[in-house]
């Protein structure tokens, strides 16, 4: 059965920075893109941002407006791992944190999450002072 495994949630504070993992299980990441998404309790799920898969070691991003100045989306094909990394966080930045991933082999991601069919359980994030 293949699934992502998201890590690298917890406690931070206020103005903090935290960097979340996105790995993969059961398959490798090379030829998925992969969107980043949060979901709180009783609200939609959000878009952050998305990554395109590896085409000859060059990635393209997308943003989700909100979210371009302060969280960053990356990838390390060596890993077989996709990173968000967030800085200046805020306590409305407080949310359940989750990677999915399409096989999409080329220059296109999404940032709508049902375009996803890969996902994890979530990793928690809390930013509380």
């Known amino acids: 059965q293949v699934h992502v495994v998201e890590s690298g949630g917890g406690l931070v504070q206020p103005g903090g920075s935290l960097t979340l993992s996105c790995a993969a299980s059961?398959?490798?990441?090379?030829?998925?893109?992969i969107g980043w998404f949060r979901q709180g309790p009783g609200t939609e799920r959000e878009s952050i941002a998305c990554?395109?898969?590896?085409?000859?070691?060059?990635?393209?991003?997308s943003y989700h407006d909100p979210h371009t100045n302060r969280f960053t989306i990356s990838r390390d094909n060596a890993a077989d791992t996709v990173y968000l990394h967030m800085s200046e966080l805020k306590p409305e930045d407080t949310d359940l944190y989750y990677c999915?991933?399409?096989?999409?082999?080329?220059?296109?991601?999404?940032?709508?999450?049902?375009?996803?069919?890969?996902w994890g359980r979530g990793t928690q994030v809390t930013v509380s002072s």
């Open positions: 999915a991933a399409r096989r999409q082999i080329g220059s296109t991601c999404f940032l709508q999450w049902r375009r996803y069919d890969v």
């Open positions: 990554i395109t898969s590896d085409d000859g070691g060059i990635h393209r991003t």
């Open positions: 059961g398959f490798t990441l090379k030829d998925y893109a």
